[in-house]
């Protein structure tokens, strides 16, 4: 499949109106051995009584990493937003992984380009994450980047890595898209690598040191 293809299938997937039909209850009795389970939506009165202030918090305790995700964005100019939800997924084939949030006004315009870049930003790139996690501003003025080599999407400057990918597949995850990525170039910047990497813990910023 062409990137025109993927991204045609990522926009077929945000027009659906349901990911996952409610399936039945599964009848009483035990299943025959070997037989997979009847799957179905979580119901609301099965959900667990969390405080989502306390789930934000909790999970705030895992430190990352953080990206800027760009894509070439057609007639508006390109597009791309902060995301701290980036993970490798798979060498063989070689794919990566990030999440979106479903009301996000950026990731329909990356699911129509079809193609992204992962900027995997530096110690002294807090301001630039700032800069794009903002909705609605020009997140690109005064930011030098060129096209990757393969898809276009907007490389920025002084990344210490980038992954050019295009769209692989795309996911529904509670209030978020799960967009999966196939590699089709990447490359480090030494200079900026040896600054060490940007990271998100416990809503702030900070560096590495070894």
Request: with cysteine.
């Amino acid at each position: 499949m062409g990137h025109a293809g993927m991204a045609a299938a990522a926009v077929r997937h945000l027009r659906s109106t349901g990911a996952l039909a409610a399936a039945a209850p599964p009848a009483a009795g035990t299943p025959a051995a070997g037989a997979r389970p009847s799957l179905r939506a979580v119901r609301d009165g099965e959900r667990a009584p969390l405080d989502p202030a306390e789930f934000r918090a909790v999970l705030g305790h895992f430190a990352s990493g953080v990206t800027i995700i760009t894509a070439p964005g057609g007639p508006a100019g390109p597009a791309g937003f902060a995301c701290q939800s980036f993970a490798s997924l798979s060498l063989d084939p070689p794919l990566v992984v990030f999440m979106a949030g479903r009301t996000s006004a950026t990731w329909p315009r990356i699911a129509r380009a079809g193609v992204f870049c992962v900027n995997v930003l530096g110690a002294g790139q807090a301001a630039l994450c700032r800069a794009f996690a903002v909705s609605g501003a020009d997140k690109f003025a005064g930011v030098r980047h060129t096209p990757a080599p393969v898809t276009g999407s907007p490389r920025l400057a002084d990344v210490p890595a980038w992954i050019d990918c295009a769209v692989h597949a795309v996911h529904t995850g509670g209030d978020h898209h799960i967009v999966v990525g196939r590699v089709e170039a990447l490359g480090t910047d030494p200079a900026a690598a040896a600054q060490g990497p940007l990271l998100f813990h416990r809503g702030a910023f900070g560096r590495f040191e070894g």
